[in-house]
């Protein structure tokens, strides 16, 4: 088989790749108009309740400071599937620097690299689309009741991405309503309330903290398939240049091929005629 010949048949296999991280990218791009949307609904629901947390942290007793010896739970939130740089190797540092006592990795591509490390985790399965956040929020809303069986408090947060430049953010859910905003509210009128103000407010720690993670599953998988687009376009580009240059190169082969023939039927001639 001539060079040319091989070279052409790289650059059909090299194509055939295009075509399927196009797609990739493709369906990247479509995943995140969608998430687009359902985070701004769900930002929305989260900055609801913790307008109802200030009205009603303002004229009940606050929440009580989590003692030392509760432990510290970490929910880190990775990729399920790849092609998304190093998404998930940029949790690993931060997490290491912090203090936790129990690790919840969601996301089997966060969870491979994790087994590398000397951190002990609960394994999840991750979102590979939108349609599935609602099955990762239950899963993590099982395993969360099932250490408050054992441990009734503790402090839990989330550390994941929360743009897309790939900075991780670690944000605290337990205990709730801590931020300082919580503490200058205007309210002037004493909200009125069906429940007595304890299991009001159990009730709503529990939607704040439901909600809060389905705003983080949101965000994080709006960043790994930004990520992923911008790594499938650099891989793409790449791919176009390589190709590009296999093109000329076979070129270059098939015309000293072509000349070769020419100067066989040019001496089969000269002897015929000698």
């Given at each position: 088989m001539s060079q040319s010949h091989v070279l052409q048949q790289h650059i059909e296999q090299l194509k055939e790749i295009r075509s399927i991280l196009h797609s990739l990218k493709n369906m990247a791009f479509m995943e995140i108009h969608k998430l687009t949307k359902y985070r701004q609904a769900q930002r929305l629901v989260v900055q609801h309740?913790?307008?109802?947390?200030?009205?009603?942290?303002?004229?009940?007793?606050?929440l009580p400071d989590l003692e030392a010896k509760h432990p510290n739970v970490i929910i880190v939130v990775g990729s399920e599937r790849g092609f998304c740089g190093n998404f998930n190797e940029s949790l690993i540092a931060p997490l290491l620097s912090l203090s936790a006592d129990i690790v919840i990795a969601v996301g089997h591509r966060l969870c491979s690299r994790l087994h590398n490390s000397e951190i002990p985790f609960i394994e999840l399965m991750g979102a590979n689309s939108s349609d599935e956040i609602s099955h990762i929020l239950e899963n993590l809303s099982n395993v969360l009741?099932?250490?408050?069986?054992?441990h009734p408090v503790f402090g839990l947060s989330v550390l994941f991405h929360r743009d897309?430049?790939?900075?991780?953010?670690?944000?605290?859910l337990l205990p709730p309503f801590n931020d300082d905003s919580f503490q200058h509210t205007t309210y002037k009128v004493e909200p009125l309330l069906n429940l007595e103000p304890p299991q009001f407010l159990l009730e709503l720690v529990e939607h704040y903290i439901l909600s809060s993670l389905q705003d983080i599953l949101y965000t994080s998988l709006t960043n790994e398939n930004n990520q992923r687009l911008q790594h499938l376009d650099n891989a793409v580009r790449h791919l176009d240049e390589t190709t590009e240059k296999i093109h000329?190169?076979?070129?270059?082969?098939?015309q000293e091929e072509i000349t070769e023939e020419i100067e066989v039927i040019l001496l089969n001639v000269d002897n015929q005629y000698n």
């Open positions: 309740i913790e307008t109802v947390a200030a009205d009603f942290l303002r004229f009940y007793p606050g009741s099932k250490l408050q069986e054992q897309v430049h790939i900075e991780t953010s670690l944000q605290s000329k190169k076979s070129q270059i082969f098939r």
